[in-house]
């Protein structure tokens, strides 16, 4: 199992980058980190993965270390529809199927 | 394309009532899977659909079970409701039984008294 920590909040200023750090000391070499975001009660949305390239779309850019270890993710210009709950996902179940997810991060955006 | 959609939205259930929801994953997906979220417990994991057969299970109790139709549509239903069941349940989909990322839809709230 990669064992994952997560800060459990953070605040940015609007316009300002958002970095959200993720701890997985343990990954698999074939583990994908995957990110999601959940804006309250609602279903958690697809944002970003990689595998051991830095990745960058419409949304977001992931780096993640050459080790493995850990990954970053980064809103560029944070806005006030930012605020949410992001995840780190690089665990799977034990059928290697399914997310596991931790706590995540607690992002304000705040004006 | 259409989003995954989940029916009903909200649901308010009394004890030892079961109760059914449904979802329809993206078109052309044919894997999905439920979860439950509850403050407590936070996001887990309950079964996973593909092909009309359940490929994976969680840990819960017997009571929550699901099926999928041949139109991928998926079905889960929770016998017997005790408090502890109230939570958000979320469906998710995916193209393929391995392919990893999963899209969720919007959620069903139940809450039971």
């Known amino acids: 199992d990669a064992k994952t920590t997560q800060p459990p909040s953070m605040d940015c200023a609007e316009g300002r980058a958002a970095n959200l750090p993720c701890n997985h000391s343990?990954?698999?070499?074939?583990?994908?980190v995957y990110w999601y975001r959940q804006i309250h009660s609602q279903g958690p949305q697809y944002i970003i993965h990689?595998?051991?390239n830095n990745e960058t779309n419409e949304m977001a850019s992931l780096i993640i270390t050459e080790d493995r270890k850990s990954s970053t993710l980064i809103l560029p210009h944070a806005t006030l529809r930012d605020t949410a709950v992001y995840y780190c996902?690089?665990?799977?179940?034990?059928?290697?199927?399914?997310?596991?997810f931790g706590p995540g991060t607690r992002l304000s955006v705040l004006p | 394309k259409a989003g995954v959609t989940q029916t009903p939205r909200y649901l308010i259930k009394t004890r030892g009532q079961q109760v059914t929801l449904s979802c329809s994953p993206i078109?052309?997906?044919?894997?999905v899977s439920w979860y439950q979220q509850t403050p407590g417990q936070g996001l887990q994991f309950l079964f996973e659909?593909?092909?009309?057969?359940?490929?994976n299970k969680g840990n819960f109790p017997g009571r929550f079970s699901g099926r999928q139709f041949s139109n991928s549509r998926s079905e889960m239903n929770v016998s017997t409701l005790e408090l502890g069941d109230s939570a958000l349940y979320l469906c998710?989909?995916?193209?393929?039984?391995?392919?990893?990322?999963?899209?969720f839809g919007p959620g069903t709230r139940l809450t039971v008294l």
């Open positions: 343990t990954i698999s070499g074939n583990e994908y």
């Open positions: 659909y593909f092909s009309e057969t359940q490929r």
């Open positions: 078109s052309g997906h044919r894997s």
């Open positions: 990689g595998l051991k």
């Open positions: 996902i690089p665990e799977r179940d034990n059928y290697g199927q399914n997310f596991v």
């Open positions: 998710a989909s995916r193209s393929e039984l391995g392919a990893d990322t999963q899209y």
